[in-house]
Nanobody, 121 residues
Framework: QVQLVESGGGLVQAGGSLRLSCVAS????????AAWFRQTPGKEREFVAG????????DYADSVKGRFTISRDNTKNMAYLEMNSLKPEDTANYYC??????????????WGQGTQVTVSS
């Protein structure tokens, strides 16, 4: 079992930066891929970024490529999402996920409760 708790969300102006953190409980986290998704009301949850268990490979949605960076620190059971050059369309509830059933962009076994990011124009 893995429990995930996100933090770091908030209100930021367009062009600003935020760093989201995800702390995981359970030894399994360090040996499974992790990812960040986001969701706005009335829309499906969408993939943002994923990282392999050892941090050596990653994948990004086209909409965030070049602006967001996903990373992890397995010694601390943490995953991070560094978000730069934020845009109003990045406003969403951001979720941490771990243990994908197939690919980074697929279904995951474990989810956090989410942290809200609001970007003002």
């Amino acid at each position: 079992q893995v429990q995930l708790v996100e933090s770091g969300g908030g209100l930021v102006q367009a062009g600003g930066s935020l760093r989201l953190s995800c702390v995981a409980s359970g030894r399994t986290f360090s040996i499974v891929p992790a990812a960040w998704f986001r969701q706005t009301p009335g829309k499906e949850r969408e993939f943002v970024a994923g990282v392999s268990w050892n941090g050596k490979s990653s994948d990004y949605a086209d909409s965030v490529k070049g602006r967001f960076t996903i990373s992890r620190d397995n010694t601390k059971n943490m995953a991070y999402l560094e978000m730069n050059s934020l845009k109003p369309e990045d406003t969403a509830n951001y979720y941490c996920a771990a243990a994908p059933r197939t690919t980074f962009r697929g279904a995951y076994d474990y989810w956090g409760q989410g942290t809200q990011v609001t970007v003002s124009s």
